[in-house]
């Protein structure tokens, strides 16, 4: 792929559906800003549709929770609508829970334990979050391209929408 192509094969922009989410707490919050953060600067996000117009970036992403899927409103640098991708989310629902909570262990961890156990809990995390990001980019295939990076943030921002209170 050209460096010119890959330039404008990226999100710009990321949202999360505020309707989505009931509460979050503040360890939650920073995930997401991070997350938001990291993803900006630094991702490849490239639908696979091709465009009548020939489109190809950069985007603006709206990641939301409907009827039980995940959707990926995919809008263009100016922010019209250029598509939605829609994923099941129930391959993804152990996952999440298991993430959410491995993340409450790690938070009890940097509040109380020994460097050893925080090391021991965020290298489970990692785990779980590396997997998570594997899964993302297979239900993706065919429909957007991502990189493993990518993917790591993106499942960070689904969890995110997932927290009920």
């Not at 929770?65 to 990926?72: D, M, S, T, Y």
Request: proline share 2%; net charge negative; with cysteine.
């Amino acid at each position: 792929m050209a460096e010119a192509d890959r330039n404008f094969q990226r999100i710009i922009a990321v949202d999360l559906d505020e309707g989505s989410i009931v509460w979050r707490s503040a360890d939650v919050e920073q995930e997401r800003r991070v997350a938001i953060f990291d993803l900006i600067e630094q991702n490849h996000f490239a639908p696979q549709r091709e465009h009548a117009d020939g489109y190809a970036g950069p985007y603006r992403l709206l990641l939301r929770v409907e009827e039980g899927r995940l959707v990926f409103d995919i809008g263009r640098e100016d922010g019209t609508p250029l598509e939605s991708v829609i994923l099941g989310l129930g391959r993804f629902r152990r996952p999440i829970r298991d993430y959410f909570a491995i993340c409450d262990s790690y938070y009890q961890a940097i509040r109380t334990a020994t460097a050893q156990q925080i090391e021991t809990v965020d290298m489970a995390r990692r785990a779980l979050h590396n997997e998570a990001a594997d899964m993302l980019v297979e239900r993706l295939d065919g429909k957007i391209d991502v990189d493993f990076d990518t993917a790591r943030r993106l499942f960070t921002l689904i969890c995110v929408l997932h927290i009920k209170g």
